[in-house]
């Protein structure tokens, strides 16, 4: 079975965050806020550098459209766009601090509960409709969930904050369209470096000064910010929030390995065995593409 360019888009920007604790532990010595801080103030200005100067032509092409619409589709892309700015925002500062604070395994707990329900709000929200195989795939997924929690309510507590704001945004950005991809998330940058901007003053610290700072921000703008959440509006074009849920499980499965052979954090058979059941979960939900492959192979046999 051929894979969609939706489908490998989504399976990318999945890979890619699954490394992005490589360069976000070094900066675990810096305070969340200021992360989050630098990392959106980063992100807005080259948003706005590239839509000035590289795509002017899209941006009013756009705007064209945009006023051309019935004021009822213009309000719902606004809402969606902006409540998704405020979602994303949200994520990012929860993420970082558990990240930093708590523990790698307790960030990636939450994007195995976040796939989870982003189905459920998916099929309750948008009426996506699910084989039985996947079904199989959800139950799964939950029952490793339940494995993982053990010992770990603080974790869950967390977990449901960082996966309820990313699931809902996977599943609003999914009815929002009209307007260029790279355009809304634009939108939903420079409209959460808006909403921060006031706040910086009275709660960021001391200007860095480190040289490295800026770098690792940087690299987390650009690698592990802009380019897989482009990736994933553009997916979600062609791909389902509930496809797109449940190959977020790639995100924490790297996680998990870099938490154990990386950072040599210290891991249970609980943990081992959930992870496994994760990874067999993801292969059920993806059979048609798993197994479609060897299908087609032994018919050409």
């Known amino acids: 079975m051929k894979l969609s360019k939706y489908y490998i888009a989504a399976l990318s920007a999945?890979?890619?965050?699954?490394?992005?604790s490589l360069a976000l532990k070094p900066l675990h010595h810096y305070p969340s806020l200021?992360?989050?801080f630098y990392r959106i103030f980063f992100c807005a200005v080259i948003m706005v550098v590239i839509n000035i100067f590289f795509r002017y032509s899209v941006l009013k092409e756009n705007m064209t459209v945009f006023r051309a619409m019935e004021?009822?589709?213009r309000r719902r892309i606004v809402y969606l766009t902006l409540g998704g700015g405020l979602l994303l925002t949200a994520n990012w500062f929860v993420f970082i601090y558990v990240l930093n604070h708590i523990s790698i395994k307790a960030a990636s707990f939450a994007y195995l509960v976040c796939p989870i329900l982003t189905t459920v709000l998916a099929y309750l929200i948008?009426?996506?409709?699910?084989?039985?195989?996947?079904?199989?795939?959800?139950?799964?997924?939950a029952f490793s969930c339940i494995l993982l929690s053990f010992n770990s309510l603080r974790d869950i507590v967390y977990s449901l904050i960082i996966a309820g704001s990313y699931a809902l945004y996977l599943?609003?950005?999914?009815?929002?369209?009209g307007i260029d991809k790279f355009l809304i998330l634009s939108v939903q940058l420079i409209f959460a470096a808006l909403v921060l901007l006031p706040f910086y003053p009275a709660f960021s610290s001391n200007l860095p000064?480190?040289?490295m700072f800026y770098w690792l921000i940087l690299i987390i703008a650009i690698a592990f910010t802009i380019i897989p959440?482009?990736?994933?509006?553009?997916?979600?074009?062609?791909?389902?929030?509930?496809?797109?849920?449940?190959?977020?499980?790639i995100n924490p499965l790297i996680n998990f390995v870099l938490a154990?052979?990386?950072?040599?954090?210290?891991?249970?058979?609980?943990?081992?065995?959930g992870y496994a059941i994760i990874f067999l979960s993801i292969l059920i939900f993806n059979e048609q593409y798993v197994f479609g492959f060897r299908r087609k192979a032994g018919l050409q046999l």
Not at 171 to 177: A, E
Request: positive net charge; without cysteine.
């Open 14 to 20: 999945f890979l890619i965050w699954g490394f992005f």
């Open 34 to 36: 200021d992360i989050l």
């Open 71 to 73: 004021p009822k589709q």
């Open 126 to 141: 948008l009426k996506e409709k699910l084989s039985k195989w996947q079904w199989v795939a959800v139950a799964l997924s």
């Open 171 to 177: 599943v609003s950005q999914r009815k929002n369209t």
């Open 209 to 211: 000064t480190e040289p």
């Open 229 to 249: 959440l482009y990736l994933n509006l553009y997916a979600l074009q062609g791909v389902t929030s509930s496809m797109m849920g449940i190959l977020l499980y």
């Open 260 to 273: 154990i052979f990386y950072f040599n954090e210290p891991v249970n058979s609980f943990q081992m065995m």
